[in-house]
């Protein structure tokens, strides 16, 4: 599913190099739920972004999914975020005044589908996430648990093989969370792949197994033997 | 995403933006609306120009004498000696010019007229009967020179109501009256109508006498200053220009035209002239609109630069979410168009309502061409493409992690 193998990001300022990723190599396979922790500086954000295909590595291989990453143009680029990855952004970066049904929709447009077709699988996929009744809500009249739940369901919407969330929990109130993590531990049971990158040990527990960088190297891979079940309505 | 779609789309943010899209908008409001009101107003008195010319008679040819040339030097037009009573007669008479209606002979000479104590410089035109008819002038009262005045030498006058004003004072009647011009006495006879008009040949400042009277008894002359023929029709003015021409030569027994002791022009070739001066005036005024046209596209090239930069987060978003760069051009390009088709569309409507308000202040005639509704659509339109690329292009070029950070 996804399979890095010797990645490295390195930026260039004048004539200082740093080096934000150096020489990570790891799989992900169909229906894993991965945690990638660290503090901030690790480099977790420029790796969550070469899963993305929003950057490319600097050197090694990247393959997503059976395609090659590198090389690929911007529209190429564009077409693998769209129908491959569904982005989960910790500030939810949903379009202002617009409402969650068109924002669920927005994926789809950029892939052609037909309206209704958009219409009717954005309804379905906010039912999913509990939204059903607020489906012609603008992103100011929900909470920030029910934003990102919004961003959930476009996240979705176009049935990627991955779920890249960046932060997800990073911007509202732990109840919210536990809701949060138990969507996607729900998507999960349902054999999504779920890739979450955190820096809440707390947060990170609710997957199964837990990636941990530092300085731009993965200084722990292992399994979560005991993941935390995610069940707000029991907390 | 359909093209619907993204009309839709565009629709709905520059509705969000109504004071931004309003500013933007209204400097193609001024521009278009600058481009139709003047070009109908330099078209209006083009046409202005035009009637007032036409109403001088559309069919009518004067032949001048040639100014008399010694070596480089060329004497005035209409100064020379070479026209004559037996041309007048000759083109009347002549069997091969079938296109001529009516000819006038005619000797024109500035003298001082005085009546009483008033004196006053004025034209004064030597006529046969058909003058009137072939310059249009209308007697008001009286009766204008006929043959028989013509015939006895007569020394008898019409005048035109701003001579006789400045003759006889406002409101008088003037027939029956007598004035002096070089010594001799003339009796009034008639008084012309008011036909408008300025400058050295004003009909309404000019006074009519038989043409023999003229030549024999006031400026001793045997020529002619000029020949109006009035043709039977506008349609045959360059061909009777020709026929005319090629007479007058044989009768002066020349054969190259470049010899010619004579000068043929036509109310066409004045009309020409003047639609030609008012053209030029028309573009120049089309050429300032044009200007403020330019300065509203570089508002909404503006505009939708400040846009891009706003809407940074959203554009890395898109781009996040997996639209392809055509996208994104399409999307800022259809708000650039939009807003200046829109700004077209009002511009055009208020142009002309300029246009027509200007006209009636004015009293000029009313007149939108269609092509300068086509430029108004058309300029605005691509008025959008071009200054709405380069900010389309920009945001399309914006790389989604940067734009993503963007704050």
């Known amino acids: 599913m996804i399979n890095l193998s010797h990645i490295s990001k390195i930026y260039k300022t004048g004539t200082v190099e740093t080096a934000a990723v150096s020489d990570v190599s790891f799989e992900i396979k169909k229906g894993e739920f991965v945690a990638i922790m660290g503090p901030s500086g690790s480099g977790k954000s420029t790796l969550m972004h070469i899963i993305g295909a929003l950057d490319l590595p600097t050197s090694g291989k990247y393959v997503l999914d059976g395609e090659d990453i ?12 769209n129908k491959k990855i569904g982005f989960i952004f910790q500030a939810f970066n949903l379009l202002p005044r617009t409402t969650a049904l068109k924002n669920v929709m927005l994926p789809m447009a950029f892939a052609g589908i037909p309206k209704e077709e958009r219409l009717r699988i954005a309804k379905r996929h906010l039912e999913q996430v509990g939204l059903a009744d607020r489906i012609n809500h603008t992103s100011a009249q929900l909470s920030g648990g029910q934003q990102q739940r919004v961003a959930i369901a476009r996240a979705l919407s176009m049935n990627p093989s991955i779920l890249l969330a960046d932060e997800p929990t990073g911007n509202i109130a732990s109840v919210q969370a536990q809701e949060i993590m138990e969507i996607f531990q729900d998507l999960n049971d349902k054999n999504h792949t779920v890739v979450m990158i955190t820096h809440e040990a707390d947060i990170a527990n609710h997957a199964k197994r837990t990636i941990t960088v530092k300085d731009g190297r993965i200084v722990d891979d292992r399994k979560n033997l005991k993941q935390k079940r995610a069940n707000h309505k029991n907390n | 995403m359909g093209l619907l779609e993204i009309i839709s789309e565009a629709v709905g943010t520059l509705v969000i933006n109504k004071m931004r899209t309003g500013l933007a908008v ?25 009637n007032q010319i036409q109403s001088l008679g559309s069919n009518l040819l004067t032949v001048n004498p040639r100014g008399q040339s010694s070596g480089p030097v060329q ?18 008479d002549a069997d091969q010019l079938t296109t001529v209606e009516s000819v006038s002979p005619e000797y024109s000479g500035r003298a001082q007229v005085t009546a009483g104590r008033n004196n006053s410089n004025t034209q004064i035109t030597g006529v046969y009967p058909q003058y009137a008819t072939i310059r249009k002038i209308n007697v008001q009262s009286g009766a204008f020179i006929t043959q028989r005045d013509v015939d006895a030498i007569a020394k008898v006058a019409v005048i035109g109501p701003q001579a006789a004003a400045d003759l006889f004072g406002e409101g008088v009647n003037p027939i029956g009256q007598n004035i002096r011009i070089n010594s001799q006495t003339l009796r009034i006879i008639g008084l012309t109508q008011e036909k408008g008009g300025s400058g050295f040949n004003n009909p309404d400042n000019a006074i009519y006498v038989p043409l023999s009277t003229a030549q024999k008894q006031l400026f001793g002359a045997s020529h002619l200053t000029s020949i109006a023929v009035e043709a039977i029709s506008p349609d045959v003015m360059t061909q009777i220009q020709n026929e005319i021409g090629y007479f007058l030569l044989s009768q002066h027994k020349l054969t190259d035209p470049a010899d010619a002791d004579f000068t043929i022009f036509s109310q066409n070739d004045i009309l020409n002239t003047a639609s030609q001066i008012t053209s030029t005036f028309t573009s120049l005024l089309g050429g300032i609109a044009a200007i403020s046209l330019l300065v509203g596209g570089i508002g909404i090239m503006n505009i939708m630069l400040v846009t891009v930069t706003e809407r940074t987060r959203e554009v890395g978003l898109r781009k996040a979410l997996g639209a392809r760069k055509k996208l994104i051009i399409e999307q800022f390009l259809a708000e650039a168009i939009l807003l200046t088709l829109a700004g077209g569309f009002i511009g055009m409507i208020a142009g002309i309502a300029i246009s027509y308000i200007l006209s009636n202040l004015i009293n000029f005639p009313f007149v939108i061409a269609p092509t300068s509704i086509a430029l108004a659509i058309g300029v605005s339109g691509a008025i959008g493409v071009i200054f709405g690329w380069y900010p389309a292009r920009k945001a399309s070029n914006l790389q989604p992690i940067e734009a993503l950070r963007y704050e």
Do not use: N, Y
């Open chain 1, 70 to 81: 590198q090389d690929l143009s911007d529209d190429e680029l564009a077409d693998i975020r």
């Open chain 2, 26 to 50: 209204l400097g193609i409001i001024i521009g278009i609306s600058s481009v139709i009101a003047l070009i109908s107003l330099g078209q209006g008195s083009q046409q202005a120009v035009q």
């Open chain 2, 75 to 92: 004497a005035a037009g209409g100064s020379g000696t070479t026209l004559s009573l037996d041309d007048a007669k000759a083109i009347e």
